[in-house]
């Protein structure tokens, strides 16, 4: 383990030094920031039978957890080569479908009193270690909207956040930052994990943590930003651009959030976004960047609304089985932009 993640000011530093260090291009300061990609899926199961089926490889008709989390560390240092820096999973993933109201699937790193899964355990270890060993950053999320309706009650909820914090903490990993829930905003079951009481996560994970976990949660995008109770307490700011168009709101929703009265100077990062347009010369990532704040990229796959023929194994990284090569037009434009602002000109 040698990939040590802390932040100075709104910069991210990596084992000692800025990210992308001295790092300009077309006039934007990109040293510091932390150019990230949704992959949630990477540590997926369904333990609903009866949904199971609905994720198998084309190859071998079954769905197989272990491959997935297998295929993923495989990539991870293809992502590194093109200089993205972070990656976000979840403990409870995120709509296998890209975008889905129901979700009958069973998806959960907890059982329904909070106890952590012995299983998905060993997949967060292993995408946290492929992470580590290319000099990479992991967002690790705990909880994903239509599955912590699954964990019975609020104790349920602490157990799990206890016991999910202390498996990162005797991992001993320190390339970690934590995500308490992915868009507290949205329709989550327990109050605590909604925008009222969502600080009291964070809070818990730092005091538990005593200092070496860095933690925030996210927000819904359509220009979305944090409330004042949790600005100020998370380590660094999670926005979000889904529902964003206009690439000047991605700007706004950056000084927005810059000139809350709770703001401390925190990193701001981006770390779910759906729009694209990566050969455009105004896009929502490049206008994060040129208000120096990290942009992530979310791909919901091929076709509208994050659907795709199952068959054709060429969706995006949301929805299982995973290619997680760099196998699409969309992700070669993503990592080919995100090459050119992170690396000199040959």
């Avoid at 093109?82 to 699937?105: A, K, M």
């Avoid at 959960?108 to 009193?113: I, K, L, T, V």
Wanted: aromatic residues 10%; negative net charge; proline residues 5%.
């Amino acid at each position: 383990m040698n990939t040590h993640v802390e932040i100075r000011g709104e910069d991210f530093w990596i084992d000692g030094s800025p990210t992308y260090a001295g790092r300009v291009w077309q006039g934007r300061r990109i040293e510091g920031l932390l150019l990230n990609a949704r992959m949630v899926q990477a540590t997926f199961d369904d333990l609903n039978p009866e949904t199971r089926g609905r994720w198998a490889y084309p190859d071998t008709q079954a769905w197989d957890p272990e491959r997935n989390i297998r295929e993923f560390c495989e990539a991870v240092p293809s992502y590194r080569c093109f200089g993205l820096l972070g990656v976000t999973v979840n403990l409870q993933g995120g709509s296998p479908e890209g975008y889905s109201r129901d979700q009958p699937w069973e998806n959960s790193a907890f059982d329904g009193s909070g106890a952590f899964r012995l299983a998905y355990a060993d997949r967060v270890r292993r995408a946290i270690e492929a992470a580590d060993a290319c000099g990479m950053v992991v967002i690790v999320g705990y909880f994903y909207q239509g599955q912590d309706e699954r964990l019975a009650d609020e104790s349920a909820v602490l157990r799990a956040v206890d016991e999910a914090t202390t498996f990162l903490l005797q991992g001993g990993w320190r390339n970690v930052l934590v995500e308490i829930n992915n868009e507290c905003n949205t329709r989550y079951e327990h109050p605590i994990l909604q925008p009222p009481r969502v600080h009291e996560l964070i809070q818990r994970v730092q005091e538990r943590g005593n200092g070496r976990l860095l933690v925030s949660t996210s927000y819904g995008g359509r220009g979305r930003i944090p409330d004042e109770s949790v600005a100020q307490v998370a380590d660094f700011i999670l926005l979000h651009g889904n529902g964003t168009a206009d690439p000047d709101l991605i700007a706004d929703q950056v000084q927005r959030t810059r000139s809350m009265s709770s703001y401390r100077g925190q990193p701001i990062v981006f770390n779910e976004d759906d729009h694209f347009d990566f050969d455009a010369p105004w896009n929502n990532c490049l206008a994060a960047i040129d208000s120096h704040a990290s942009w992530g990229y979310f791909d919901p796959g091929a076709g509208a609304g994050g659907t795709a023929a199952r068959g054709d194994y060429e969706q995006g990284f949301q929805l299982p089985p995973v290619n997680w090569t760099i196998n699409t037009a969309r992700k070669r434009a993503f990592f080919d932009l995100v090459h050119q602002i992170t690396h000199p000109a040959p």
